[in-house]
């Protein structure tokens, strides 16, 4: 129970980092790291979860690789969007992103 | 034979029809357009008169009744025990003594108000399409038997009444027909969470079957009128498991129920405070449309709140009345104290509708005949009073460009048939016997002073206030030196004086010989007297 | 734990929706791919049309099929694919006609309408929209968190390509990013939550974990309300519930039109498809009556808040866009007040108020995007006085405007009237009157909101002269869906029939 | 016989069908529609003669017919008349000066283009004053009581176009209209404290009269103070004589019949009517007396120092009026009957008098008129016979009314006496003032003055042969007159001490007015050079309208003004506040809406953790 308590308060403040990289980092690339930053908690909540949990099952461990699969399609497809907008901007950063708004 | 044809049903269409003719005829043809909208709101008008004619008091109940389901939905199937529940919305019509003359002043005054179109210069055909959208509407509202049928015609009275304000009235339309909307709308907001919560609550009927419950929620009046007035009758019926999960009208929701009520009501009245839409509806509107709307329009407001408040929830009507009486009151004197300020006419006669409104308060507050029938009489009189006011207001407006009072003056000389209209109007609207005005505010008066005198006594005031703000204002329309810009302007045509004359001949009508109208309303309202006094444990 | 049970050949029936739309997609990525490029796209577009007709299709057959096997034995009902992690059940079905049809008529709306100045590559612009509908139907159907969140990333990350579909304008690549940062950051709060759920309950099919959170509840009561929290947050982020709806307007604004208009009812959709089916399966069996009742609180509100956001917002907008989607806002605080009324005897419709409305806001939503989309292209203005003097340009489609407004604004007799009736029936039912009364003020104030739109089209006149073209395709679909909301307002009875015929609280949530 | 009393209802009906017929034809009647005014009170006249007949031969029973107007539940309203000595006698001093104007008027206004108007409205305003006459009961003469009003207001501004006749018309409206309020609620308190809520008069006598206490006192009185309320308003009594005088701005033929017959004997007829109810409370018969004394002296003094030549008349129907007034209050029906009877005719005959002056010279102001005597003899003559008669010199009508009501006065309080001496003393004087200002002396201004013609002067020579013999039918040698009018009411016998006592201040003024404004051995000035204050205070008619304005009209200005502002500002500023805090929630979130995602994350977090202590938060409140 000590040792999940451990990986549960790791992921919280992975997560947190990530959330707070998500809304103070000006460069969009960090942001879109510190997205993957807050998946990389909840992984590591799954397969501590996995382990050390109420009722121990695989099925943890296998949400936590569904999740990685999908988050770095989801990397890609940000990446190929930023690609995009630094194209049109010659600016990554986030701040300078609010054409659209009001 | 009669009684097969669906009078109701064609009343309620034919302006429908008329839209449908109206769009097919070409825009361009003012004429022809206007002739054929005028057609169509004969043919309501001829069939309200000879429904009026026919209607037999003594016949019992609804005399003439339409009742078809609209909606029966299904309501999920996971009851308790295994049961049933559905949910009825009907297309259900009706008249009775209440509703038949309102009717009948919708039909008059929309047919006048069609004649005195003529003052409209654009768009007529969208102008008329509107207006007989909103004839049906008002149509809906008296003869609606179902409450959420009867919140859909409330509700379709408010589109058209935002175009007709918004693209044909004066400089401000725009934001008054905005504000007639949203406050409108909020009135009608409360209006649908007070029928719901009676439907919810009170309005269903329960059969026991052999897997249980069959519970049919309805809209319908009377089903709800048979449970509010046997509470324990439906409760026993859907046993005391039922009243538990909240199928019973407790008396804190009833009187939640009737605040709403008066709420949406009072917004469509209008009861201070809540006046200041109907202002600029009054001076933005053109003429024509202000006809309709303060002469049946504000009626939907009386008429709700007898139809649901008086007839549903007598007993909090009952334990309101008093300050409903003082809503009256505050309403008579301020409109008419602020009546005798105002310096545009359209204000003036505003005001003055907030007075007479408050008229009509102090007689349902009085919860007898003699104060009901007076509010309806003074509801239909104020109706025929103000639409003649603001078909005269037209016919000035096209002629002199102003209504401002210090602009106005002499016109008695130049256009003496329009100022003798326009004094016997104000003559009517002051109170004056033999005009109708007179019956419905002492009936009024009379009923609620049994109860009520202090109060009463306090408003009888309104009476001279109206006076002062009548004469004021007509006599400095009429009487005085003739302006000079007003020394060429013709008299009405024939065309404008048609309606006027009719106007005026049903206002003394109604003056000389009220009996036409009470002998149908008392039949209206003899059952409710009976039920006030059962369930007020009189 | 049962055996891994795999895919059947029987099973691929059930899943025939599905995999037509994949087989369209693929298909149409590839022919888009070998195409000359001369060809016009058009005909990709009538194609994924098809494509979305012929899956809604097997959809009602299923539907029809479950129905009859379901009259003898009411647990055939529904199916169970792939150890419960895949669900074909009325509940799915209904709503997977919901996001096709609404998915098709966006593509319909769009044909002819779109300009290649906007959309330069057309083709992938509609083959997209399948897998973007497939991952909607995925979510509406899967039964377990995993199966869940592949669908929910399916069409996260196909919108976000499709919101960024205009290449070269930088307003539609910022719209995307911000999509994408938002939909991710929801996802990871939505999938933390889930991973606190699964840490409970030892499980991740949906089914399971409401019967193994009614006996955890004793001891996890703090780690209960962490994962419904942050389930709720990234809920409220998916579906724009106010406070976290600013990044609706702004993503909205910057896509193109038909894509807004996907995003606002498809993805909506399915997003509450998602919340419904867990919410009802594990919030539901929480058996402490003071945390169940925390976890509606919360989302109830929610929706209070997302309505008075959402609508004193529009009052303020100019940009119809803009506007449409902090309606949406407000219309998902609406949407969502179904679920947070408690079962009881009397009231067990919820599903019906949800899908009832949902399917008259899908209609009026997108007749009104496809109005805005006719409009914009004749003056290139998405303002509200781009729609000056409608009237007189075109005033049958100003008319059918007139229609949609008026069901935005819930006025009679038209589907969003009915659709906010029957909700507000359910909270009078349920005595939860203050979201009632929340529910009534924000749609009197939402007049003015759409009043606005008639102001413009009848009240003033525009610059524009001479007539509005409007493309055959988008003239259907605004007339389509003109006489679909008309005809929800005066006849839901089949709908709503139909609707309560099919659904079952007990069969479709709840059994296994 | 009796049967002609069923078609009572027919005298009021003839001039409201010449009012039908002459509205309809609107201006296009011209001078042959004024005959078919003239013919239809001729026809009322008629009647009213042959009822009175049968009622002077004694056999006739009273009658009285009734029809249901509403029917509401248990109420029933019902509308009526009634046939008894009383009303008959009404109606044929109403329709006789009627008729009288109605001939006269050919003559007055020939050169009006509204003739007919004119007509018309002369017609339903008879028809009004002849439908309350013969009303049976409150809610009938309550209908019929406002009518007159309104005909009062519409001859009254008949010359629209003048600033003054459209004040004046108001103001005749308004006025009478707070005493119509008082009416009203007593209605009202009538109609929920009798048995069966019944408003006749029958009952009403039967109820008060038998004083069977059904009704308490204290409402009694109010009832009766209500009713009088009423009859203050209409028959100018203070403090709501102002609109009397002011309505002299309509024409002179009006100002007769609003003053001899109509509007003004309305009032105390009202009180006659409904006499039980003030017998049957002692303060309500003080409050009579006192407000009748009262204005009787009141309105005798401003008569004094008047200069328009109606206006002086005006007050001296506010005056005699009082005394009617007074006559009530002592309790004398008869005396109050018998005054309004005899001063129908010479007022009337005043008026008309006075009308043909104005015709002649075109002007209203004494001050310029003189020694039209020379040149207007009948005129002259007739005037002089209506300003005796006033004067209450034997053997003119005015002397035996004006004794009988000062002997009831004696009888119930010295002091009432004293005053109505007085008041006689100033009526004689202001009487000799107008007289020999107009009539003697040498012409002042207009000089081509003429005899007006025979269609004026016929009407004043019957006035004035009615004048000189009314008196005669109640002397306190006979009282046939009371006997026949209120069978078994007392009346106070007129003592020597009266007679003498009323001859001499008769004369006394009438010697005054000859010495200072005929014989001229009295200098004009010689109470204006003394007391200033007085005389400007007198011909200010005692400041009461600036009073009023102080008092009420400018507070209600003022009031309006005030709710004005407070509509605008505070019941519509909190519909705009409501409305502005909508809009303050939406520019709230286009504030939001900044374009910077970084925002909307940290927004949406802060929302979070606000909703999470909410909810936490609730469990420890």
């Not at chain 4, 009694?220 to 203070?238: C, D, E, P, R, Y």
């Amino acid at each position: 129970m000590n040792m999940l308590a451990s990986y549960l308060t790791l992921a919280a403040v992975l997560f947190c980092i990530g959330l707070y990289g998500v809304i103070t980092k000006r460069n969009a690339i960090i942001v879109l790291l510190s997205v993957e930053l807050m998946l990389n908690a909840v992984n590591l909540n799954l397969i501590a979860f996995a382990k050390y949990g109420v009722q121990p099952s695989i099925t943890g461990q296998i949400f936590s690789l569904f999740t990685m699969t999908v988050a770095a399609a989801e990397a890609a497809v940000g990446v190929a969007i930023l690609v995009a907008v630094y194209r049109s901007r010659a600016s990554v950063n986030v701040d300078e992103f609010d054409e659209l708004r009001r | 034979m009669i009684e097969d044809i669906p009078v109701l049903s064609l009343i309620l269409l034919s302006p429908l029809v008329g839209l449908l003719i109206v769009l097919l005829l070409p825009g361009q043809r003012s004429n022809w357009l206007r002739t054929a909208a005028v057609v169509f709101t004969l043919i309501p008008l001829a069939l309200s008169l000879w429904l009026f004619a026919s209607f037999q008091p003594g016949a019992g109940g609804a005399a003439y009744a339409e009742h078809y389901t609209w909606l029966s939905i299904p309501l999920n199937k996971e009851m308790v025990n295994g049961g049933s529940m559905n949910l009825n919305f009907d297309y259900s019509l009706s008249v009775d003594g209440i509703s038949l003359p309102l009717l009948l002043l919708t039909a008059i005054v929309s047919t006048m108000a069609a004649l005195a179109s003529v003052h409209i210069r654009k768009r007529w055909k969208l102008f008329y399409v509107l207006f007989l959208l909103l004839e049906t509407g008002m149509y809906g509202v008296f003869l609606a038997r179902d409450l959420i049928e009867f919140f859909i015609f409330f509700e379709l009275t408010l589109i058209p009444m935002f175009f007709l304000i918004g693209i044909w009235g004066y400089y401000g339309r725009e934001k008054a027909a905005t504000r007639f909307l949203v406050y409108n709308g909020l009135g009608s907001a409360a209006m649908l969470l007070a029928f719901l919560i009676l439907i919810a609550t009170a309005g269903f009927t329960a059969v026991q079957q052999d897997t249980g419950f069959q519970i049919d929620f309805s809209g319908s009046y009377d089903v709800l009128l048979k449970n509010l007035a046997d509470p324990a009758s439906y409760a026993n019926n859907a046993s005391a498991e039922m009243a538990d999960l909240g199928l019973y009208l407790s008396d804190s929701l009833k009187w939640t129920a009737f605040v709403l009520l008066l709420v949406a009501f009072g917004v469509k009245i209008p009861i201070f405070p809540f006046h200041t839409w109907m202002l600029r509806v009054h001076t933005e509107a053109p003429p024509s449309i202000v006809m309709i709307h303060s002469g049946v329009l504000l009626k939907m407001g009386v008429y709700g709140l007898i139809r649901f408040g008086a007839f549903l929830l007598p007993a909090q009507l009952e334990s309101w009345s008093t300050a409903i009486a003082i809503l009256g009151v505050i309403n008579i004197l301020y409109g008419a104290v602020l009546a005798c300020v105002q310096k545009e006419f359209k204000l003036v006669l505003a005001y003055s509708s907030i007075s007479h409104m408050g008229i009509v308060l102090l007689g349902i507050a009085s919860l007898n005949e003699a104060g009901l029938e007076g509010a309806l009489y003074q509801s239909v009189s104020h109706g025929l009073i103000s639409a003649l006011l603001f078909l005269i207001v037209g016919s000035l407006y096209e002629r002199t460009n102003t209504t401002q009072l210090d602009e106005l003056g002499g016109l008695a000389k130049s256009v003496p048939f329009l100022s003798g209209i326009l004094l016997t109007a104000g003559l009517a609207s002051l109170g004056l016997p033999g005009l109708s005005g007179f019956v419905g505010e002492f009936l009024s008066f009379l009923g609620l002073f049994g109860s009520m005198k202090w109060i009463t006594a306090i408003g009888v005031f309104g009476i001279l206030f109206a006076a002062v703000y009548v004469l004021r204002s007509v006599l400095n329309i009429t009487y005085g030196p003739l302006k000079e810009p007003f020394a060429g302007i013709k008299d009405a045509r024939f065309i404008e004086a048609v309606p006027m004359v009719a106007l005026t001949a049903l206002i003394v009508l109604l003056g000389v010989y009220p009996s036409v109208l009470t002998d149908v309303m008392q039949h209206g309202f003899g059952g409710l007297l009976e039920q006030i006094s059962q369930r007020t444990g009189g | 734990m049962e055996a891994v049970q795999t895919l059947t050949w029987s099973d691929a029936w059930y899943l025939s929706p599905e995999i037509t739309l994949s087989l369209f997609a693929v298909a149409l990525a590839c022919l888009d791919l070998f195409l000359p490029k001369r060809w016009n796209r058009n005909f990709i577009g009538w194609l994924t049309v098809l494509g979305l007709a012929v899956a809604a299709a097997f959809v009602v057959w299923l539907l029809i099929d479950m129905k009859n096997a379901g009259t003898e034995d009411p647990t055939a009902g529904f199916h169970n694919l792939l150890g419960g992690s895949y669900r074909i059940d009325d509940f799915g079905g209904l709503l997977k006609l919901v996001f096709l049809g609404a998915s098709g008529f966006i593509v319909l709306a769009s044909l002819g309408s779109v300009r290649s100045k906007d959309v330069p590559i057309k083709g992938e612009f509609y083959y997209l929209m399948l897998p973007a509908a497939l991952g909607a139907m995925v979510m509406s159907s899967s039964g377990d968190l995993i199966t869940l969140y592949v669908g929910l990333e399916l069409l996260s990350i196909t919108t976000y390509v499709l919101v960024g579909a205009r290449k070269n304008s930088g307003i539609s690549g910022e719209a995307a990013f911000k999509y994408l940062v938002t939909g991710g950051a929801a996802s990871a709060f939505i999938l933390y939550g889930m991973s606190f759920l699964y840490g409970i309950t030892g499980t991740t099919n949906i089914f399971m974990i409401g019967n193994a959170l009614g006996d955890a509840v004793e001891s996890y009561r703090a780690l209960i309300y962490v994962a419904f929290f942050l389930m709720t947050a990234g809920f409220a982020m998916k579906l724009a519930l106010a406070p976290f709806h600013a990044w609706a307007a702004d993503v909205y604004q910057g896509a193109p039109t038909p894509v807004t208009s996907f995003l606002a009812v498809v993805s909506k959709g399915a997003a509450f498809a998602m919340l419904y089916r867990i919410f009802m399966n594990s919030a539901y069996f929480v058996q402490d009556p003071a945390v169940q009742k925390d976890l509606y609180l919360g989302l109830s509100v929610l929706s209070a808040a997302a309505m008075i956001v959402g609508t004193a917002g529009a009052l303020r907008q100019r940009n119809v866009k803009r506007l449409l989607a902090l309606s949406g806002v407000a219309n998902a605080g609406i949407l969502i007040i179904p679920l947070t009324l408690h079962l009881t005897p009397v009231h067990t419709s919820l599903f019906s108020e949800f899908v009832y409305y949902l399917i008259a806001y899908a209609f009026m939503n997108i007749g009104a995007f496809a109005v805005l989309t006719v409009v914009a292209r004749g003056s290139g203005d998405e303002t509200l006085s781009g729609f000056a003097g409608l009237y007189h340009r075109a005033p049958w489609t100003a008319a059918g405007m007139t229609v949609l407004l008026c069901s935005l604004a819930g006025l009679p007799v038209t589907g969003g009237f009915l659709g906010k009736l029957f909700i507000l029936f359910g909270t009078v039912q349920t005595h939860i009157y203050w979201l009632a009364a929340i529910l009534l003020a924000t749609t009197v104030v939402s007049y003015a909101v759409y009043f606005s739109f008639i102001r413009q089209m009848y009240m003033r006149s525009g610059t524009l002269e001479g007539g509005l073209r409007i493309p055959f395709p988008a003239g259907l679909s605004i007339w389509i869906c003109v006489a679909a909301t008309l005809a929800l307002g005066f006849l839901p009875k089949p709908v709503l029939g139909w609707i309560d015929g099919l659904f079952s609280i007990q069969y479709d949530f709840w059994a296994q | 016989m009796s049967s002609l009393a069923e078609y009572a209802w027919l005298v009021p009906v003839f001039p409201a069908a010449a009012f039908a017929v002459l509205t309809a034809m609107g201006r296009g009647a011209g001078r042959g529609g004024a005959w078919i005014g003239t013919l239809a009170s001729l026809a009322s006249l008629v009647l009213s003669l042959m009822l009175a007949g049968q009622r002077l031969s004694g056999t006739a029973v009273e009658y009285s017919n009734h029809f249901d107007w509403i029917r509401a539940g248990g109420f029933t309203l019902s509308l009526g008349y009634e046939v008894t000595n009383l009303t008959v006698l009404m109606l044929v001093v109403v329709s006789l000066v009627s008729f009288l104007v109605n001939l006269y008027s050919h003559g007055y206004m020939k050169d009006d283009e509204r003739i007919s108007t004119f007509f018309a409205y002369v017609a339903l305003f008879s028809s009004s004053m002849l439908g309350l006459v013969l009303s049976y009961n409150l809610l009938t003469m309550y209908i019929f009581w406002e009518l007159v009003g309104v005909c009062s207001f519409l001859l009254v501004g008949f010359y629209f176009r003048k600033p003054e006749a459209k004040a004046a018309a108001k103001k005749a409206f308004i006025v009478t209209r707070i005493g119509d309020i008082g009416l009203l609620i007593a209605i009202l308190l009538l109609f929920w404290y009798m048995p069966n809520h019944s408003l006749d008069f029958t009952e009403i006598h039967n109820v008060f009269g038998t004083q069977t206490g059904v009704i308490s006192m204290g409402i009694t009185t109010l009832i009766a103070l209500l009713i009088f309320l009423g009859a203050v308003g209409k028959s100018g009594q203070f403090p709501l004589h102002v609109w009397l005088p002011d309505a002299m701005e309509g024409p002179t033929p009006i100002s007769a019949l609003i003053h001899a017959a109509t509007m003004v004997a309305a009032g105390v007829f009202l009180v006659t009517r409904t006499f039980d109810i003030f017998e049957a409370s002692q303060a309500a018969m003080t409050t009579v007396a006192v407000i009748g004394a009262f204005t009787a002296i009141f309105a005798a003094t401003i008569g004094l120092a008047q200069n328009d030549i109606k206006r002086i008349l005006a007050y001296s129907t506010v005056s005699q009026l009082g005394y009617m007034m007074l006559a009530l209050g002592v309790g004398s029906e008869t005396g109050a009957m018998f005054h309004l009877f005899t001063h129908a005719f010479f007022k009337a005959l005043l008026f008309l008098g006075a009308g043909s002056v104005i015709h002649a010279v075109h002007t209203q102001d004494i001050r310029e008129m003189g020694g039209l005597g020379r040149k207007m003899k009948i005129t002259a003559g007739t005037f002089g016979i209506g300003a005796l008669a006033l004067s209450g010199i034997p053997p003119f009508a005015g002397f035996w009314s004006k004794d009988a009501v000062l002997a009831a006065a004696l009888e119930a309080n010295p002091i009432y006496f004293i005053v109505g001496v007085i008041a006689a003393f100033f009526t004689a004087l202001y009487m000799a003032r107008l007289f020999f200002l107009v009539f003697a002396g040498s012409p002042r201004g207009a000089s081509h003055a003429h005899e007006s013609p025979a269609v004026m002067t016929v009407p004043l020579l019957v006035l004035a042969v009615l004048a000189v013999i009314a008196g005669f039918v109640q002397t306190p040698f006979s009282e046939w007159f009371g006997e026949w009018l209120f069978p078994g009411a007392e009346e106070e016998h007129a003592s020597v001490l009266v007679i003498v006592v009323s001859i001499v201040a008769g004369l006394l003024g009438i010697y005054l007015g000859w010495l200072i404004y005929a014989k001229g051995s009295v200098r004009r000035d010689v109470v204006s050079s003394r007391m200033p204050g007085l005389v400007r205070l007198l011909e200010r008619k005692y400041y009461v309208d600036e009073l009023y304005d102080l008092v009420f009209v400018r507070p209600l200005g003022g009031l309006g003004k005030l709710l004005n502002v407070i509509d605008d500002y505070v019941v519509d500023g909190a519909v705009r506040v409501v409305g502005q805090s909508a809009s303050a929630i939406g520019r709230l979130n286009t504030r939001l809406q900044s374009g910077q995602l970084q925002t909307y994350a940290l927004t949406a977090l802060i929302g979070l953790v606000i909703l999470a202590l909410a909810i936490a938060g609730r469990r420890f409140w």
